[in-house]
Structure formats: C-alpha cells, structure tokens
C-alpha cells in the first residue's frame, strides 16, 4: 500500500488560497465577500459575543457523494479525514486524523492540549467516549476566587495557569480507536506531520483572529511562532511550519497517548501551567493518571411534523458533563407543546412568534442546566436519572410558563418532584470549540466536538525544545466550572471546581435515526461555546419540522437565549422581528453569533454534507 503521504495533493481552502504538503499557494477567483476580504476588519470581542470573532461569510454550496463523506471545520482537515477513508480506514480512524490536522491549522479551536466528546456508531449501537479534561488533584473549589473572596476577571482566570485541565483528547481517541479503528494508529498522523513539517498556507480566518488577539503575543512561544518581529501576525497564505509540533506527533505516534501524558512533553506543559501569573497546580501525576470514559449515550424520541406528516427520530447526543443534549431536548419539547401564532418561518426566515416561543423554551432549559448539570461522577441526577429533565410529562407542564409575552423570570423545575441542594450557577462566559462528522462507506458514523476552551486556549503555547518553532496550545477548560463554588446561603454550585472533575459542558455531537427503521439519518455538530446549544437545535428543526437540507439549516441565521435577552444574529432579521420581539416584552441584542456548523445528512442517492459559511469548513467525500 502507497504511502498516505503520496495520496494527498493541494487542497483548496474556502478563501481561495491552496496549499499542499511541498508548500504550493495558488490564487482563485471568487465572485462573493471572501474570509479574507472581510479579515482586514475583524469584529472585536465583546463579553457578551462569540469566543471567536466574526471574519465574514462565505457561501457553501452543500455537498452530495454517494458513499462516504468528511466534514471538518478546515478543507486540510477534511481532506485527511476523506483520504484515510480512501485507504480503507473507519470512521473513527478518519475523525483522528482529521482532528490531529485540525490543532495544526486551526489552534485557536481544539488540539492535542484539550479535550474532545465523541459519538461513534458501528453499525448497530452508539457509544459515548468521553475525552474531557479534568481538574488537577491539586485544585479546590476557590480556585478563581481572588484574595478578597471575589471571583476572578474572566480574562485574568483564562490565562492563568489555573485555568489549564489535564488535557484528554488524545486519550480519548487512543480507547476509542483501540475498539473501532481499522488502520494503524501511527498511519493516522501521517497528514498531519507532513503538513507541519513542510507547512500550510495561513488561512484568512487565522490571520484575522491572530490579528485580533492581545493576549497569545504575550506568551514568548506563542508569539515567536505565531508573529513576525514586528509583532504582526503572519499574512495570508504565509507558508507556516510547525517542526515542534511534528516532533511531538512522531512521538505518539510510535508510543500512544504516553507519550502526551508522561515523559518530556508532559513536563513542558506542567512546567507551562505553573508559570506566571496564578501559576497552576497541574502536575505529571495528574497527566498520568487521567483516565477518559466510555458513557451511555443519551437518546431520546423526538417526533417532527413536516408538511402534516409526523416522523418519529432517535436523537442521539452526549450525557453528563455535556449539558448540550439535554437543553436541546428540553427545547425541541417544549416547542412540541406549544401553539404556534401563524406560520414559523416568513420569507425563509424564522417568524417573531417562532423566535419568541424558542427563546421562553431555551430559556427554561438554561435554568435547568444551571441547576442540575454537572460531572456525573461527582452529582447525581435529579429524581435518579438524567432522563427526568426530558420526561414527556414534566416539559408538558413546563410548557405552561410560555404564554404570549416573554415571562420576567425562568425558573429551574423539580424533574419528577425531585428536590435539589443544588444552588444555580451563576452566568458566566463560555467558550468555544471545533466539531467534526464522519460516515464511511460501512455506514459507521462518528461526531465529535472538540476543544481548548477560548480561541487559542489559555494562550500558553508548550514546546519541548527551544530551539525547535512551533508546539501546541493549552486549554483553559477549568473556566468552564462556576467561580463561584456556593451561593449567599451557603449551598454549593453543583458544577463547582472539585479535584479530578470533569466541568460542565455545553458540546453537542448528535446522532440522529429514523425510529421505525433504525437507519442513520445525519452526523452534526457546531463550536460555539453555550450557543452551541442553539447552533445545533437550529439544525435539527430546519432539517426535521422545515424540509430544509443540512446547508440550509446550517445557512438560516441564528438565535437564541442564554438565561435572558434574546439574541439575533446582527444584519440577518428585519427591524420587524426586533420590534415585534420587543412589543413582547423581550430585550434583543443584535450581535454576531459565530457558528460552525458540520453536518451531514442521508439522502436517496446517499449523503449530502453541509458546513457553515461563518467559517472555513469544507465536506468531502466519494
């Protein structure tokens, strides 16, 4: 069998650049705004906006293949991934590579130095393997409070030390692979050694968000590699090179996850998370100890009306500590148990009633996840089970608190008649990720969401060798967990910090099948922080009460709500629908919501993939 290496050729990238493994740029054409055309002003952050700022959009045409399909959130990524399976490999092994190509080109979003929750189906069942990252043994519930008992500044925590969890991404895969992978685990990283040794074109999104960035200039590594000696991040279609990160992928790919997690890589990131400011506690035990875990799936019925036609579907998502399947089924009931004021899409968009119902169901299902969610091996579900928060009965009456105007409180529920000890968390800010979706031509399917936390994680870039450019990014994972560990009373936040825990996440990988069939029906998926919640719910009820295809679902602006105004995606609803949410009583705030959307979805000819246009994803398959 060849070589992968020889298998792969330049791949074009959505803005227009091309890049192969001998380094080869060329220019295309292109007749709408580019990513790189919209990247010389990059949107600011603000607290209340995407963990990753907007670089523009540029239109996906959707893609149909007739066998087996890749969707990744960069066309590097996507082109391993389709030539693993071109080379015989699973689903699994595609996901893999394609995730390893990902922390090269795309670092902001995920990476070796974070986690990952995955769904693999083989055929016949769904199994959940957990990859996120834990708390060191060494932290405690005032692990972001400062002197004075406050919490800490979001910004202050992130790129603290204390931010950094014990990274288990490639753990993770490692298991995962040991069960479900057909080609050799080295084979796997091949694609992603060859492009950091002869290195990739810097993307349009990746120069802006670098442009963008104050903070990942300060970490000496990091601003070596990442910026000339101006200071200036590298232009568009510089030809970057990532040797340090090459050495570390020959390192594990000749001796697995240990070669993270033990050994000198391990003591450059220990070494790395307790250096300045708020040094961290992580230590070589703690990245030698970790463990991932294969956990139930949590399914559940969701039965759609399209045209008057009722379908019943199996969604499929991830349990505890993801809050994501949960929340979006709370959602999807509690929309089914309410009644629609006229149509819930004009002009092909969403209607003001359809947003206002949506918006008082998310925000119901917020106040749950702030309550009950947590680390299920640190807390218990209420009534027993986590199914409770998705009981038909208890959305039913649930339901009874959306009414015409937007209610002035969301509270939590008692699932079953359960009572909680619980206090709610707190809001607080939440960041971002990066989501991938595989079917091969056996039907095995995977989705995976990935993560370092914040665009470029803690901004702490680990080398083993000075000497040597490049490395990986740490994670920020722990801000996920509440700064605040109890409330006035005294009673504890159930997603507080707490040694070897996992923190709460709002990741959504979904698996969606016909219930009468069994038959896999789409593989999605979306980064976006706790957005990612209404990112992938705005998928499942385009495509399953709308008739859309996945392109369409993922095109049609997005909305949403965390705990109370609603926000709309800025320049995508008419002045009509912010005042007609307004003369319901809601606050609106127009802003950008950066999704990233995978998906792919089964069709009579085969499958058909969709990516979003608010970022570089691409679909590719045969």
Request: charged residues 15%; hydrophobic residues 40%.
């Amino acid at each position: 069998m060849k070589p992968l290496s020889s298998l792969i050729n330049c791949v074009f990238l959505t803005a227009g650049l091309s890049v192969g493994l001998n380094g080869c740029v060329s220019k295309q054409t292109a007749p709408v705004q580019t990513l790189a055309q919209a990247s010389a002003q990059p949107v600011a952050l603000t607290p209340a906006e995407q963990p990753e700022a907007a670089t523009g959009l540029s239109p996906k045409p959707g893609w149909a293949f007739p066998h087996q399909a890749v969707a990744a959130a960069n066309p590097l990524a996507t082109a391993a991934g389709l030539k693993i399976l071109q080379v015989g490999g699973s689903a699994l092994d595609a996901a893999i590579a394609a995730q390893l190509v990902l922390g090269l080109v795309e670092p902001q979003s995920s990476g070796i130095g974070g986690g990952a929750l995955l769904l693999h189906f083989d055929g016949h069942s769904v199994a959940a393997y957990d990859g996120r990252e834990t708390a060191p043994a060494g932290a405690g519930p005032a692990l972001f409070l400062a002197d004075n008992g406050k919490p800490l500044p979001i910004d202050e925590a992130v790129l603290s030390g204390r931010s950094v969890g014990v990274p288990g991404a490639v753990r993770m895969l490692e298991a995962a692979h040991r069960q479900h992978g057909v080609l050799p685990w080295a084979r796997l990283f091949e694609p992603a050694i060859q492009w950091a040794e002869q290195g990739f074109a810097v993307s349009p999104r990746l120069h802006a968000l670098l442009q963008a960035d104050p903070y990942l200039k300060q970490d000496p590594v990091a601003a070596r590699f990442f910026y000339n000696v101006q200071g200036q991040a590298w232009p568009v279609g510089h030809v970057l090179r990532n040797p340090e990160y090459a050495h570390v992928l020959r390192r594990m790919a000749r001796e697995g996850s240990r070669a993270l997690h033990e050994g000198a890589v391990a003591q450059a990131i220990v070494q790395r998370t307790q250096a300045p400011p708020l040094a961290g506690s992580l230590s070589l035990q703690d990245l030698r100890g970790y463990q991932p875990r294969q956990r139930e799936a949590l399914c559940f019925e969701y039965s759609a009306r399209m045209d008057t036609r009722p379908r019943s579907y199996n969604i499929c998502g991830f349990p505890p500590p993801s809050s994501g399947t949960i929340a979006i089924g709370q959602i999807l009931g509690l929309l089914a148990n309410t009644t629609a004021q006229g149509p819930e899409r004009i002009a092909a968009l969403p209607s003001p009633d359809f947003v206002h119902r949506y918006t008082e169901a998310s925000r119901l299902a917020f106040a749950d996840r702030a309550q009950y969610v947590a680390d299920p091996d640190f807390v218990s579900p209420p009534a027993g089970h986590w199914r409770s928060l998705l009981n038909k009965g208890y959305l039913q009456a649930r339901s009874q608190l959306i009414g015409q105007q937007a209610m002035k409180e969301a509270p939590a529920g008692r699932p079953m008649g359960a009572i909680s000890s619980w206090s709610p968390m707190p809001d607080q800010t939440e960041y971002g990720t990066s989501h991938i979706s595989v079917i091969d031509a056996q039907g095995r399917a995977v989705a995976m969401t990935t993560t370092i936390e914040a665009g470029f994680g803690s901004r702490r870039m680990v080398t083993t060798d000075p000497a040597r450019a490049g490395g990986f990014l740490l994670n920020n994972q722990l801000t996920d967990f509440s700064f605040t560990p109890v409330d006035a009373q005294g009673r504890p936040v159930a997603n507080r910090v707490e040694p070897g825990k996992r923190p709460r996440s709002a990741m959504s990988p979904l698996l969606v099948f016909d219930k009468a069939t069994g038959q896999l029906l789409m593989s999605g998926g979306s980064p976006g922080g706790a957005l990612i919640i209404h990112y992938a719910a705005k998928l499942l009820y385009g495509t399953l009460n709308w008739g859309l295809n996945v392109q369409q679902a993922i095109d049609q602006p997005n909305f949403g709500s965390l705990y109370g105004p609603v926000l709309l995606e800025r320049q995508r609803f008419p002045p009509s629908t912010v005042q007609a949410l307004k003369a319901r009583g809601h606050e609106v705030i127009e802003l950008n919501l950066t999704s990233g959307l995978q998906a792919i979805e089964k069709t009579p000819s085969g499958w058909f993939g969709g990516a979003d246009p608010r970022r570089e994803g691409s679909v590719l398959g045969d």
